[in-house]
């Protein structure tokens, strides 16, 4: 089978023979139909998110059971799937508490490029690949721990469905589980990507009466409309700080939402967030960087400041939850998708990210 392999950072993906082992215990074979470009695989090409190499990217995909290993009572074959790049083990501290975002075995390899057990089911003549943690959607098919195979409904299309798997439980889930928005409230959202959007429509969801897009990219910036943005700041243009305050009555936002993963916008959403506001942090940025804030003001303004995960979901319950809220006309998913790319065009699809082009770009196997 054909699979997209990235030898060296800052490299373009070779498109390559690689070989599958069977599922083992507890393990799926996934047929992928769609996988979703996401920037945190771009973070991984450009060195930003160090995940060893030659590794299978790409974690935000959907597609159909093919093989199921010893004991896996969740899926069996023929059922339709979204991928799930943080599935939880149910035993540790945090998946007790109600918080698998945080599940331990999860997080131990979440810079491994490896199943739960450290070990990978992709290589090239004997020569072990390592894949995106647990997922490498970027595969004609892939194997996964059945906790991160996620049966959906089948009336929605693939490249809808690969989507809720990263950007939306990530932009939905932040504004709406970590942050619970209340209605009425002000939002700010710093970065119109894929993620973005998602939190800007998760905003919506909860009623919030302004909505500030702040990002870069004029046509985009224009698009977050359809999604329920009210005002727009081209960060390129105006000083955000102050265009926030403009149209606040200077108080500033109630909560603001950081989604690209650098430490001067991270600042920058803290410094938009009113005294006793919440600052969310989605994006992601280099494991050893920091951010800058003052430190008088913690104190003196309370403010909150944190950071979500997956949107502090449980993909299990959340993915068919999205999915149907979209069914319902209350999340926008078709919209979301810019651009279909053949698994041979992916390198394409980077390019198209990098320049801001998409919302989100889909590969269609
Ligand atoms: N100010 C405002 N917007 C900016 C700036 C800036 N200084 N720099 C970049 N942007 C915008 C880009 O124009 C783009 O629209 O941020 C957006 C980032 O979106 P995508 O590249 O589509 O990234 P996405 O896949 O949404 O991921 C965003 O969330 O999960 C994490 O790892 C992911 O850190 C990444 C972030
Ligand atoms: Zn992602």
């Not at 919440?278 to 309370?302: R, Y």
Request: hydrophobic share 40%.
């Amino acid at each position: 089978m054909k699979a997209a392999v990235l030898h060296n950072y800052g490299q373009e993906l070779k498109i390559e023979d690689v070989e599958l082992e069977e599922p083992r215990k507890g393990e799926v074979r996934v047929k992928m139909k769609a996988a979703g470009i996401c920037h945190s695989d771009l973070h991984v090409i450009d060195a930003h998110l160090p995940l060893p190499v030659p590794i299978v990217l790409g974690h935000e995909g959907s597609g159909i059971v093919d093989a199921v290993g010893e004991g896996v009572a969740s899926v069996k074959v023929g059922d339709h799937v979204a991928l799930n790049w943080v599935p939880s083990c149910s035993k540790c501290y945090y998946c007790k508490i109600g918080r698998p975002d945080m599940c331990d075995e999860a997080s131990k390899i979440s810079l491994m490029g490896t199943m739960l057990d450290g070990t990978t089911r992709f290589s090239v003549d004997g020569k072990a690949i390592h894949q995106f943690p647990l997922t490498g959607t970027f595969s004609e098919y892939t194997v996964v721990p059945e906790s991160a195979a996620i049966p959906i409904r089948k009336d929605v299309p693939f490249e809808l469905a690969a989507l809720v798997g990263c950007c939306v439980i990530t932009g939905v889930g932040a504004v709406v589980n970590t942050a619970k928005v209340k209605a009425g409230s002000t939002v700010a959202v710093i970065g119109a990507g894929g993620v973005g959007f998602n939190a800007i429509q998760g905003a919506a969801l909860c009623g919030a009466k302004q909505i500030i897009a702040i990002d870069i990219i004029p046509e985009k910036l224009e698009m977050t409309r359809q999604f329920g943005a009210t005002h727009t700041i081209n960060a390129s243009e105006k000083n955000v700080v102050s265009a926030v305050l403009d149209v606040t009555d200077g108080l500033g936002v109630d909560y603001a939402f950081e989604v690209i993963g650098r430490p001067e916008t991270m600042a920058q959403a803290y410094n938009i967030t009113r005294k006793t506001g919440m600052t969310v942090i989605v994006g992601l940025p280099a494991p050893n960087e920091n951010v800058t804030i003052n430190a008088f003001s913690l104190p003196s303004q309370t403010k909150t400041l944190t950071g979500s995960w997956l949107g502090q979901g449980n993909p299990s319950v959340d993915y068919p939850k999205l999915l149907d809220l979209n069914a319902a006309g209350k999340l926008k998913l078709e919209p979301l998708v810019s651009k279909i790319y053949s698994l041979e065009q992916i390198n394409e699809g980077f390019d198209d990210l990098k320049a801001g082009k998409n919302i989100r770009g889909v590969i269609r196997f």
